[in-house]
């Protein structure tokens, strides 16, 4: 009878190892599955080396190009965009009032 007991004893934690095995591989699986997907995230959204040592250099030209001190600066007009715009809007605001209100 004791015989049996140790046998289903043994059958039991052989079993529950084999399980526990089983399930600690599926798990690393899944763990190296959503490390790779970070790594991939991490390389996607990281703007590229060249463009942002260009990115820099741009800034340090505008910075030397600058008036340094107080050096007035002069007023300059609208620029181009601007103006279109205004047109456009012009254009429109006169489509929609007629003529005799203006």
Do not use: C
């Amino acid at each position: 009878m004791w015989v049996w007991i140790a046998i289903a004893l043994g059958s039991f934690l052989g079993l529950s190892l084999i399980v526990g095995l089983a399930f600690a591989r599926i798990l690393g699986t899944i763990g190296r599955a959503v490390s790779e997907l970070y790594k991939t995230e991490d390389w996607a959204t990281m703007p590229p080396t060249r463009a942002a040592s260009e990115a820099r250099e741009e800034e340090q030209e505008e910075a030397e190009e600058r008036p340094r001190g107080n050096v007035a600066r002069r007023r300059q007009g609208p620029s181009v965009p601007v103006l279109e715009t205004l047109e456009i809007v012009e254009r429109h605001f006169r489509s929609i009032v007629p003529e005799r209100e203006l």
